[in-house]
């Protein structure tokens, strides 16, 4: 089991900037992938990002170029950083966690792109 945290959510103004943070319970000795989703009202819920184990990362083509994801290993932690928001990023960002045929959700944090 796994237990994932997310944090950092909040509202920020159109081409600010914001940092979401996720951070597991424990530490992985398996391989997995770890990743940022999010959802917005009425839509489904969408790939932002991913970090493996082995470090290689993955975007969206919408967030490419201005969505940043990385880790700290010895923190258990997961990071993105989001700069140029828009409004259409507007939605709860979920943390997720593949490994080992699971796959573990956060609770979600809400990140509101607004004037």
């Known amino acids: 089991q796994v237990q994932l945290v997310e944090s950092g959510g909040g509202l920020v103004q159109p081409g600010g900037s914001l940092s979401v943070t996720c951070t597991k319970s424990r530490l992985l000795t398996s391989s997995y992938t770890w990743g940022w989703y999010r959802q917005a009202p009425g839509k489904q819920r969408e790939l932002v990002a991913t970090?493996?184990?082995?470090?290689?990362?993955n975007y969206a083509d919408f967030v490419r170029g201005r969505f940043t994801i990385s880790r700290d290993i010895a923190k258990n932690t997961m990071y993105l950083q989001m700069n140029s928001l828009k409004p259409e990023d507007t939605a709860v960002y979920y943390c997720?966690?593949?490994?080992?045929?699971?796959?573990?959700w956060g609770q979600g944090t809400q990140v509101t792109v607004s004037s």
């Open positions: 970090i493996t184990s082995s470090g290689r990362t």
């Open positions: 997720n966690i593949a490994t080992s045929g699971y796959n573990y």
